[in-house]
């Protein structure tokens, strides 16, 4: 009876933290990024659908992004610490989508950098956030609270502990979104303006802001660009790629205007192999459609 | 063998007749009830298309479209979502349109959509089909009538005809808040009524709810003049 007791116990006390299986990749000597798996927020991934980064510098460590939970954010935490010894001092959330910011919570005595247009949206709709990822995700981010940026992203240049790190103001995916360029490794950290090989997510979306802002990420001499969804890319080719997929996403929706389609009949169309092979095409399509096509029939 | 063939034949007439209801829901028999009172029906997926997303990630512009035409003469089409606070959709006379719809209405979770289409013998057919959602789209506030300009877009109306194969489309829209007065300081105000008519006659007169999507973009297919009346007696007018 005992033992039966103590299995129980066990099963229970294992069921109550979701295992992310953190394992960060190595970019560099010391920038690695954490690579979120091309699904949507479901119990099965806990919420794990986001890339986040870190760069170790001479006495500290800064985190680009922590991900969707506390959970997440604790566990990322510890994988971490099984680098480097150096404490997380600073946080930077590139954008207000809950996949990327909903981890602050778990850090404590941390700078958190963010635009004033970031920091409001996380302020006014946090909790909003919350309550859409917990039925989402369920019990992966049950004791996730909301902390908000304290600190306010302004200059072009960020020098963290004597670390620089350039940044850019750029729009397009959201009204406000933060790239970091990193000059001594040349990496470029170009969060959710970015998606490699897996379909854009274009709830907060201006399809022209975006192909801009695409444009200009195309200047930048870097070596390796960190997505926001998808693996790192080691090549130019990714903007091109995704300038294709918001051009496809633009023209057909003024196509179907013109021809009066309904939102099912450019669902049904039949799309370019280039979009088709992007992951979470048919769902991410799908959303866009739905939330663009009455602005476009508005316009 | 003559017995054998009468019983299987009986039997699939009984069968289709009594079809069970493909998607149960624990309010479905009450608002069948309310809806056609002790009227006649059948399941029939078959000749009501029905589509929805896959899933329906932004509760307030859940798009549906319904098509029906292929029940010869029907007279009316009642669409109801069963589980929504305010179930009843849209109520149009059918005779002079096609059973055709597309809009984008509000879910407050996951819900069975129906379709009721009246025949000409009165017997209703009912097309169902899920709605999957979070929801939560009946107990917020419509974003235009937060809008600071609300009160000069009201009203204003957009719509063309697009000749289709052996058909023709209307596509009209409106700018109007839909308002369900669920949540608390806001009023209920909605457009209700929308008449198409001819030059000559009245081809249908349809009855709508909050439970639309604010700024509403209706699909119909007929041609002609369009009429929009909201719940506080403002009638707003299109000529295509």
Redesign the interface.
Known sequence: MKLLLLIIASISCYANSFDFKIKPIKLTENSYYVYGKEEYFSKQNGGDIANSAFIITKNSVILIDTGSSVEYGQQLKKAIKKITNKPIKYIINTHHHPDHFLGNYAFKDVKIYATKHTKDDIKNNGELYISNIVNLVGKAAYTTKVKAPNSLLEKKELVLDGYKLKVLYLNGHTKSDIVIYDEKTKILYASDLVFNNRALATPHANLHDWIKTLEKLKTIDFKVLVAGHGKASYDKKVLDENIFYLNYLDTTLKNAVKQGFDTFEILEQAHPKEVQNYSMFKEEFERSIINLYPKYENQ | MRLLLFFISTFLLSSSLFAKNPIFSPTFDDLIKQTIGSEKYIFDDKNIQI?V???A??PV???I?VNASKIKDAQKMILFADLNPIPRIIDMQTTKILPVI?I?IKVAQETPLRALVLDSKGIWHIGSKNIRS?GGGCDVSSQASTNSDFAKFLGKT?G?V?KKKDKN?I?A?IFHPMETGLIFGNVEFYINTIKIQNDKELLSTIKTSSAISE?P?F?FEIKDKINFLDNDGNDFELEL
């Open positions: 589509k997303p896959n899933f990630d932004n512009q859940v798009p479209y597309s984008n979070n957009k063309k697009f489309r596509k829209s700024n973009r699909i």
